[in-house]
């Protein structure tokens, strides 16, 4: 038996292939892209026969339904209800492995049907796949249901892991699926995989005194997450559409069809690095840069189903934005402009541009810090304004005229920020390059209230 992790760092979540000693494996909670579990599976030359889910998955369409394609049997949570063929398992269900059983104990909380997973060899346990249940250092969040559910869900939360994980060993490796830099996640640190003891030993759902100081304090640490969260639960439940192991490939367009396509309303993503969306970008483009945690920016700024264009600089990896874009379920890809801005300054054809600050240049009007609450918390440049960037496009008009400063950790999501703000008409707007983290080395005043 053997456990690899396979880690996507923009969504922050972990699947796991693990080799069941028999010629088959079994993979927990894959992602919508099933070539890197069948690449894995050819190398060690076994036959993927069970994809696993531990819930209804809200953060990226699940690939277990590619995998059964290629002849896997889909097993996850009865309640779950999915709309395809699947092995149902609910409390106390076993599965022999090939010398191998697999045990599902009930962890309701993260969402109501959640299973987690003990892995037992020659009646030892092995390996507990957590889901959401228990992450390093914190638990899923349990407010993706209603807000009717919230403090239900985390006190079952409670109730379930203290139940079902009590008679387990300490030294019992967790193999969770959400975790740092995941928007599922509530208080994770930064490891991906822990034991039970340590867990024990500095996890809130061991250490709190008491349910009601555990719902208290877990309740307040539930932060914003992006609005496509809800609705990929119902996507997980009917089935993606399948695409098997050859994406789309995201087709070139000419400067008059890329024209056609922005006249009829599709959006428009310009998905270069912040510093040439700076130098000059189409007006109305949206800027994400391409980068891992791209698929959480598209999914929080973009409505769901609008067509999508792009422009792209000649070396980034168009595979890649194509995976990103269909694991959150955005497949209207129109396609980009061939040749790129180059292209379109060519044809005369009208830019934007905005201006780039460094830390140690006077700063233009109001700041405007668009980093999370949990960063801005602590601390932030004095006399800042401060507003989520998934928040942004529905506080504009809140906000201070006259010039803005815009900064976030590095650069990015100001960027976006900034193309959101100019979108609505607004000028003299300007990113502070770095961002906060170059201005804390350069040790610059920091206010923390």
């Known amino acids: 038996?053997?456990?690899?992790?396979?880690?996507?760092?923009?969504?922050?979540?972990?699947?796991?292939?693990?080799?069941?000693?028999?010629?088959?494996?079994?993979?927990?909670?894959?992602?919508?892209?099933?070539?890197?579990?069948?690449?894995?599976?050819?190398?060690?030359?076994?036959?993927?026969?069970?994809?696993?889910?531990?819930?209804?998955?809200?953060?990226?369409?699940?690939?277990?339904?590619?995998?059964?394609?290629?002849?896997?049997?889909?097993?996850?949570?009865?309640?779950?209800?999915?709309?395809t063929a699947y092995q149902g398992l609910a409390d106390g269900s076993e599965l022999e492995l090939g010398g191998l059983s697999l045990q599902a104990l009930a962890t309701p909380g993260h969402t109501p049907e959640h299973l987690a997973y003990l892995l037992v060899d020659d009646a030892r346990p092995v390996a507990l796949f957590s889901g959401g249940a228990l992450l390093p250092g914190g638990a899923a969040r349990t407010d993706l249901i209603s807000a009717e559910q919230t403090e239900p869900l985390a006190r079952d939360l409670f109730r379930s892991v203290r139940a079902e994980l009590?008679?387990?060993?300490?030294?019992?490796?967790?193999?969770?699926?959400?975790?740092?830099?995941?928007?599922?996640?509530?208080?994770?640190?930064?490891?991906?995989?822990?034991?039970?003891?340590k867990e024990r030993r500095s996890n809130p759902?061991?250490?709190?005194?008491?349910?009601?100081?555990?719902?208290?304090?877990?309740?307040?640490?539930?932060?914003?997450?992006?609005?496509?969260?809800?609705?990929?639960?119902?996507?997980?439940?009917?089935?993606?559409?399948?695409?098997?192991?050859?994406?789309?490939?995201?087709?070139?367009?000419?400067?008059?069809?890329?024209?056609?396509?922005?006249?009829?309303?599709?959006?428009?993503?310009?998905?270069?690095?912040?510093?040439?969306?700076?130098?000059?970008?189409?007006?109305?483009?949206?800027g994400i840069g391409l980068r891992p945690a791209f698929a959480s920016w598209l999914g929080w700024l973009v409505p769901e189903n609008r067509p999508l264009l792009f422009v792209l600089g000649p070396e980034q990896d168009r595979r890649d934005l194509v995976r990103q874009s269909l694991k959150i379920g955005y497949e209207n890809l129109v396609g980009e402009l061939e040749g790129g801005m180059p292209v379109w300054r060519a044809a005369g054809l009208p830019e934007s541009t905005i201006e780039l600050r460094g830390v140690d240049d006077e700063l233009a009007g109001t700041p405007l810090d668009v980093r999370q609450a949990s960063e801005w918390a602590l601390g932030h440049?004095?006399?800042?304004?401060?507003?989520?960037?998934?928040?942004?496009?529905?506080?504009?008009?809140?906000?201070?005229?006259?010039?803005?400063?815009?900064?976030?950790?590095?650069?990015?999501?100001?960027?976006?920020?900034?193309?959101?703000?100019?979108?609505?008409?607004?000028?003299?707007?300007?990113?502070?390059?770095?961002?906060?983290?170059?201005?804390?080395?350069?040790?610059?005043?920091?206010?923390?209230?």
């Open 381 to 449: 440049i004095p006399g800042a304004r401060h507003v989520e960037l998934g928040s942004l496009a529905r506080a504009a008009a809140t906000l201070p005229p006259g010039p803005l400063t815009i900064y976030c950790g590095h650069g990015e999501r100001a960027m976006s920020a900034a193309s959101l703000l100019e979108a609505q008409g607004r000028q003299n707007l300007a990113v502070i390059e770095g961002g906060f983290e170059v201005w804390e080395k350069r040790s610059r005043p920091v206010a923390s209230r």
């Open 205 to 286: 759902l061991f250490t709190a005194v008491d349910e009601e100081a555990f719902a208290r304090t877990f309740l307040d640490g539930l932060g914003s997450y992006p609005a496509y969260f809800l609705r990929l639960r119902s996507v997980n439940r009917r089935g993606g559409r399948l695409y098997g192991a050859t994406l789309p490939a995201l087709r070139p367009l000419s400067v008059d069809k890329f024209r056609q396509h922005l006249a009829k309303g599709a959006t428009l993503i310009d998905a270069r690095p912040f510093t040439d969306y700076a130098g000059g970008h189409i007006d109305g483009a949206l």
């Open 1 to 83: 038996m053997n456990i690899v992790p396979l880690v996507d760092e923009g969504l922050g979540n972990s699947s796991y292939f693990v080799s069941l000693g028999d010629g088959r494996a079994l993979v927990v909670d894959p992602n919508r892209d099933p070539n890197p579990y069948l690449e894995l599976a050819q190398r060690l030359e076994l036959r993927i026969a069970f994809a696993l889910e531990t819930h209804l998955h809200a953060d990226f369409i699940s690939g277990s339904r590619e995998l059964a394609a290629q002849g896997a049997t889909i097993l996850a949570p009865s309640a779950s209800l999915l709309d």
């Open 166 to 197: 009590h008679a387990l060993p300490d030294d019992l490796p967790v193999y969770p699926t959400h975790g740092a830099g995941s928007f599922c996640s509530t208080a994770a640190d930064g490891r991906r995989t822990t034991t039970l003891g």
